[in-house]
């Protein structure tokens, strides 16, 4: 359909011909008809569709002296498509001071996405959606672009009739009469709120990722550091640091089963001990409340496990036919906030003497984990077997795992 010139009173949308060229109230009141000029090749008639106000686009009135035999549908397909849009159409006037714009119309999609039925909104300002955590920046730049009389695009944080928040995204378009005045607004607006949810978890895993990595690094360099520095050699050096990577390796595997991210205290003493344990003689009690750690816990405490499981095969419970292990845990709310007490305790493995030298074991409980976690660490050479206890700061309220791993 081709768009002719404009009559007296015109309007033009950015500064481009409408399907609805011409558009101008007509009366007064909120039921007021708008006159729109709508032309294509043959005539030129005026149209007056009811647009705006209650019984929205209920008829069609004729002032010209043509046949509008091929104009009224294309009227009624617009009408149609703006009404069906999955965008959100407002059209408001054009006031800029309090109390704003007054809204003119709105299309389903924008009732839809408000919660306001079109007869509450009529003649209120869209400011009305703002509220406290609308951020007013956002809202500076739109008010300068509208000043300048230049379409606007931002986003925005607004409330829904029942309280909830949404983002909205929108474009703001002028209406400007035929000599350049302009006399209505007309906002495309979009429900995004999914999109930045979407946006700020991406976020959350990248910066997630970034921290994991830098601290399996670090702790991959202080396996490296302690092995070379305990290892009689190369051999030595070889099957400690190996075991440990694997570990390591094992520990990250439990986490990123579980989408949450976590994995259960149980989960990853089970994961290590479970080869000591013997058919029909068991050797190895665990006694605790399920519990579960987040990642950047379960790393450093699952390498501890591991060192203290291999110095129990190598010199302590686990490597006497006689041993036995039991680790007890339980979480506490003390002075220092909420913890994790679990303790070590090797029974009836073969005597043990006080070591020469500082193995990577205890430099890893004494270092790692106070460094990494902020855990306290205390080893007892007890002539009945090793004893060590830990206690670990947990982050905020202790978190229930569904069941032991």
Not at 27 to 55: F, K, M, S
Not at 104 to 109: I, R
Not at 255 to 265: A, C, G, K, L
Not at 280 to 288: D, I, K
Request: aromatic share 4%.
């Amino acid at each position: 359909m081709a768009a002719g010139r404009s009559g007296r009173g015109g309007l033009r949308l950015g500064g481009s011909h409408s399907p609805t060229q011409g558009l101008r109230r007509r009366g007064a009141g909120r039921a007021a008809g708008v006159e729109a000029r709508v032309c294509n090749r043959r005539h030129c008639p005026r149209l007056i569709p009811n647009l705006v106000g209650p019984g929205t686009g209920r008829g069609l009135a004729s002032e010209g002296r043509d046949d509008v035999t091929g104009v009224l549908p294309d009227l009624e397909v617009f009408k149609a498509v703006v009404e069906a849009s999955g965008e959100a159409i407002l059209i408001t006037s054009a006031e800029l001071d309090e109390p704003g714009p007054r809204i003119e119309y709105a299309n389903p999609a924008f009732t839809r996405m408000t919660g306001y039925e079109a007869h509450e909104i009529l003649g209120r300002s869209p400011r009305f959606l703002q509220g406290p955590r609308t951020d007013r920046a956002s809202l500076d730049r739109l008010r300068a672009s509208l000043e300048a009389g230049e379409a606007a695009q931002g986003e925005a944080l607004n409330y829904r009739k029942d309280g909830t928040t949404y983002v909205v995204e929108w474009l703001i378009t002028p209406v400007r009469d035929a000599g350049g005045r302009i006399v209505r607004w007309v906002s495309a607006q979009r429900d995004v709120t999914e999109r930045h949810a979407s946006e700020e978890r991406q976020n959350l895993l990248v910066r997630e990722l970034h921290h994991r990595v830098k601290n399996t690094l670090a702790t991959v360099q202080a396996v490296l550091n302690a092995s070379l520095r305990s290892s009689l050699g190369l051999a030595e050096f070889r099957q400690a640091f190996t075991g440990r990577i694997a570990s390591l390796a094992n520990t990250h595997a439990l986490i990123t089963e579980d989408r949450t991210q976590v994995v259960s205290f149980e989960g990853l003493l089970t994961a290590e001990l479970k080869a000591y344990d013997e058919p029909g003689r068991r050797r190895v009690f665990l006694t605790g409340p399920p519990v579960v750690l987040a990642s950047d816990l379960a790393v450093p405490v699952g390498m501890a496990l591991h060192e203290l499981a291999t110095n129990a095969i190598r010199h302590g419970a686990l490597g006497d036919p006689e041993g036995r292990l039991e680790v007890t845990w339980s979480v506490e709310d003390g002075a220092e906030g909420r913890m994790l007490h679990w303790t070590w305790n090797e029974h009836d493995g073969p005597p043990i003497a006080l070591p020469t030298r500082e193995g990577f074991g205890s430099q890893l409980l004494k270092r790692v984990l106070t460094l990494q976690v902020g855990a306290k660490v205390d080893i007892a050479f007890d002539p009945d077997g090793l004893r060590v206890s830990v206690a670990v700061p947990l982050p905020g309220p202790a978190r229930q795992a569904s069941g032991a791993a």
